[in-house]
């Protein structure tokens, strides 16, 4: 089966006019519904002028609020940084809105250690109370009179209002051992980031599939993207962005990010001609059986983005293998 194509929202502001870029990217979101596209996946980013998407949340209920078919999800919602309690309600009334379309995907933050102490929250402690805050997440969504008294929060008896009238499905994005072990067997889903490696999403699944046999990953591997008719273009696009993503990533000295190169990172992205990256979506999803691509596009330009989602839908899709 072929993968899902999403459109994940970075919210770029290469004019740095926050209420422009906020705006623009809604537009966006509901052009990529009316391309048809499958999911639409909203990013959680912090304090940085060029991605301007701390409130996820609001961003989310306003794309559930123009969108009837496309599945709307978090990538990825930072629960250690968050009230659970509050992360548990905004989910469900996100599920509700969007009558069970919403997907929830969190991280651990571990790679936004500044961002954490503006939180009030150490560092170090980023991985675990993150799993924490998500265990009573799922508690709150799933039960009633929730008691829960763990190492960073507290709740006594505690029944959410609303809830959601069905199961949330939930994916992971991580690539520590432990936490792919814990999300097979939770049956959660994974995410990967634009920057993970193929290697290192091999291993990724090989240690799910160890731990939970007969589970699903359900994969959503962010990628960048551009395609147009000739590689030259399509290159001549995407280099640029790709090296300003880069530059910022390590301006703000978030962890990994010393080792990112462009020329690396548009190795790995979905860039080229139609016909190449058909073949590349292909190849990994017969390679690593990926559920879902969430499509970063490789320009801040709202009409090149726009050109890049109707490609990816009128020229990439429709070169895959038929179902």
């Known amino acids: 089966m072929n993968p899902r194509f999403g459109y994940l929202c970075l919210f770029d502001n290469p004019t740095l006019e926050d209420g422009r870029a906020l705006t623009r990217q809604l537009i966006l979101v509901r052009e990529a519904e009316r391309m048809r596209y499958d999911d639409i996946w909203v990013g959680e980013q912090h304090f940085d002028d060029r991605w301007p998407s701390g409130a996820a949340s609001v961003m989310l209920g306003y794309a559930a609020g123009v969108t009837m078919r496309a599945r709307v999800g978090s990538a990825a919602y930072l629960p250690a940084l968050r009230d659970p309690i509050q992360l548990a309600e905004d989910v469900a009334s996100i599920d509700l809105l969007t009558k069970g379309r919403f997907n929830f995907g969190v991280a651990s933050g571990v790679a936004f250690g500044a961002d954490a102490k503006c939180f009030g929250v150490e560092p170090a402690d980023l991985g675990e109370r993150g799993l924490e805050a998500l265990e009573l997440v799922q508690r709150l969504l799933k039960e009633t009179e929730v008691t829960h008294k763990g190492k960073f929060f507290a709740v006594d008896r505690l029944t959410l209002a609303p809830r959601p009238e069905q199961p ?156």
Not at 271 to 283: F, L, M, S, T, W
């Open 168 to 323: 949330v499905p939930t994916w992971i994005a991580t690539t520590t051992d432990s936490t792919i072990r814990l999300a097979a067997r939770k049956g959660y889903g994974l995410m990967a980031s634009a920057t993970c490696t193929e290697e290192r999403l091999r291993h990724m699944l090989s240690i799910y599939r160890e731990e939970a046999p007969e589970g699903d990953p359900r994969l959503v591997l962010a990628r960048f993207g551009f395609a147009t008719a000739g590689r030259d273009e399509a290159i001549s696009i995407a280099r640029p962005y790709l090296e300003a993503f880069c530059e910022q990533m390590k301006k703000r000295d978030h962890v990994g990010s010393g080792e990112l190169d462009p020329e690396a990172l548009l190795s790995m992205s979905l860039v080229g001609d139609y016909k190449e990256v058909a073949a590349h979506v292909n190849r990994l999803n017969e390679e690593l059986g990926v559920h879902g691509v969430a499509i970063i596009p490789t320009s801040a330009q709202f009409d090149t983005v726009k050109r890049c989602l109707a490609a990816f839908v009128d020229e990439i899709r429709l070169r895959l293998p038929v179902d």
